[in-house]
């Protein structure tokens, strides 16, 4: 099972809905994930505390961060999706 952080600056509406759409998506692709949301400002405790497999940022992360993350904007825009789900999918492998 993978682990996946969802970030947006409060940890709110925007990261719950980037989560619900990775999540459908990743589904369809059969591959069994742990989605939670958080905010950014806590990225960096939560990757030391649980080593996720990645983490899906609505916003610019801190840098140094020791697991591959994403970028989620085409997600919430629709604009380059494709290319977003292949790189995530290509980093969950």
Same mark, same amino acid.
């Given at each position: 099972?993978?682990?996946?952080?969802?970030?947006?600056?409060?940890?709110?509406?925007?990261?719950?809905?980037?989560?619900?759409?990775?999540?459908?998506?990743?589904?369809?692709?059969?591959?069994?994930?742990?989605?939670?949301?958080?905010?950014?400002? =806590? @990225? %960096? $405790?939560?990757?030391?505390?649980?080593?996720?497999?990645? !983490?899906?940022?609505?916003?610019?992360?801190?840098?140094? /961060? =020791? @697991? %591959? $993350?994403?970028?989620?904007?085409?997600?919430?825009?629709? !604009?380059?999706?494709?290319?977003?789900?292949?790189?995530? /999918? =290509?980093?969950?492998?």
């Amino acid at each position: 099972m993978k682990t996946i952080f969802v970030a947006c600056g409060t940890g709110g509406v925007t990261s719950k809905n980037v989560a619900m759409k990775l999540e459908k998506f990743l589904r369809e692709n059969k591959i069994d994930c742990k989605i939670d949301t958080c905010k950014v400002i =806590e @990225v %960096p $405790s939560k990757v030391k505390t649980y080593h996720p497999d990645l !983490v899906v940022a609505a916003t610019r992360l801190p840098a140094d /961060l =020791e @697991v %591959p $993350s994403v970028s989620s904007s085409a997600l919430l825009t629709g !604009v380059g999706i494709d290319k977003v789900y292949k790189e995530i /999918l =290509e980093k969950l492998q």
